[in-house]
């Protein structure tokens, strides 16, 4: 896909003909210098924002020939999204228990708690946010991303926040979504997140390189 943004009369290729595949089972990293275009190519898969040319297909449909009525409704049962700051993925005043119960209701799917299991939330699901560390949050985020089983689960610096052991549980709670089936693809600069990556996609100026 190619994107351009147009600000002040300027036209910026954020991303020049990239393509990528992301495959179920699999983590995938987009890694790159600031600016190469890894949230601009994030968007685009979770449906945020549709490419000037090329498509995206998520589990076999082609989303961008779909109306936004449509793609909205993808992009609300099919993906996960999981924003850099841990608070700005949660709801302050839902425990974690309700946040997956919210997501699997939006989802049209049945609760399994079984991912704060694996998550290593168990013993936190009666707590809110603001009870939680952040990498508990963050690992709130991802549940609730991923609850439901949607065709994947997308992150966007995820780590950021986050110092090294939280970002080292942040991985494995990734490993664990993979391991389940889930497809996840997460744009990072942290390095304990790209070592834990299967597939490695660099982009330099907008190009896969
Ligand atoms: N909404 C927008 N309007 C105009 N330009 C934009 C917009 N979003 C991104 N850009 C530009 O597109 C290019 C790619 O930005 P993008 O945020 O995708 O990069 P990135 O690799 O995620 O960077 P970072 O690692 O700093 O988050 C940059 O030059 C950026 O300034």
Redesign the pocket.
Known sequence: MTHS?R?AGRS?T?LHEVSIAAARGRITALV?P????????LRMLACLERPDEGRVEVGGTDVTALSARARRAVRRRRIGYVFQNPVDNLLDYLTVQEHLELAAKMRGSGLSLSLLDRLGLDDRRGHRPRQLSGGEQQRTALAFAAVGDPDAVLAD?PTAQLDRSSAGLVAEAFRALAEAGQTVVV?T?DPVLAEAADDVVE?VD?RVR
């Open positions: 943004y600000t910026l954020a790159g600031s600016g190469s275009g890894k949230s601009t190519l610096e744009a600069h982009l907008g």
